[in-house]
């Protein structure tokens, strides 16, 4: 049977409702590595002219949410963690080159956390990688991509603090 958001959320839902820790977040990424080889899929979900962040969906009882991400070309981002929440990235197109961080200092409301890089890694198309809560990282795209991302809570709502990359 083809997969559709509705079938793929359907699956994330019963994974995470079934194992609501770790081993929920783990089977929610085997089944976005899953979801990135059908293309038919990660076309529907990302077509052209798809936006840098769109909400697909989000779980009315769980709140999580699924994805869609294009960027056109290259983009950085700085150290960040996602809050109270956990994010799996899946890489359907290019390649992103993610940065794990060791957190030196938390941020506060008026100073920015401090973050020492400790490794580098590429996510290639049909790779997914689960970030638990609290883990500093940071994606860097050199061209096009185009990623499917499951976040445990809608970001859009979670106020994160900032983290500046330093040096040992």
Same mark, same amino acid.
């Given at each position: 049977?083809?997969?559709?958001?509705?079938?793929? !959320? #359907?699956?994330?839902?019963?994974?995470?409702?079934?194992?609501?820790?770790?081993?929920?977040?783990? #089977?929610?990424? *085997?089944?976005?590595?899953? !979801?990135?080889?059908?293309?038919?899929?990660?076309?529907?979900?990302?077509? =052209?002219?798809?936006?840098?962040?769109?909400? /697909?969906? =989000?779980?009315?009882?769980? @709140?999580?949410?699924?994805?869609? $991400? #294009?960027?056109? %070309? #290259?983009?950085?981002?700085?150290?960040?963690? $996602? %809050?109270?929440?956990?994010?799996?990235? @899946?890489?359907?197109?290019?390649?992103?080159?993610?940065?794990?961080? *060791?957190?030196?200092?938390?941020?506060?409301?008026?100073?920015?956390?401090? !973050?020492?890089?400790?490794?580098?890694? !590429?996510?290639?198309?049909?790779?997914?990688?689960?970030? *638990?809560?609290?883990?500093?990282?940071?994606?860097?795209?050199?061209?096009?991509?185009? /990623?499917?991302?499951?976040? %445990?809570?809608?970001?859009?709502?979670?106020?994160?603090?900032?983290?500046?990359?330093?040096?040992?």
């Amino acid at each position: 049977m083809a997969m559709t958001l509705e079938r793929f !959320a #359907a699956q994330c839902r019963e994974a995470l409702a079934t194992h609501p820790g770790t081993e929920g977040r783990v #089977a929610v990424t *085997e089944l976005v590595q899953q !979801a990135l080889k059908d293309p038919a899929f990660v076309a529907e979900i990302l077509p =052209e002219g798809t936006p840098e962040r769109k909400v /697909l969906y =989000e779980d009315p009882d769980l @709140g999580f949410a699924i994805l869609a $991400h #294009a960027y056109q %070309g #290259a983009k950085n981002s700085t150290p960040h963690d $996602h %809050g109270p929440s956990w994010a799996i990235y @899946g890489q359907a197109e290019g390649q992103t080159v993610m940065t794990d961080y *060791e957190c030196l200092a938390r941020p506060t409301e008026t100073t920015p956390g401090k !973050a020492k890089p400790v490794r580098d890694y !590429a996510l290639q198309p049909g790779d997914a990688y689960l970030y *638990e809560p609290g883990e500093l990282h940071s994606p860097r795209r050199d061209g096009p991509t185009r /990623l499917l991302r499951i976040e %445990g809570l809608n970001m859009d709502r979670v106020k994160r603090l900032p983290y500046v990359a330093v040096a040992a």
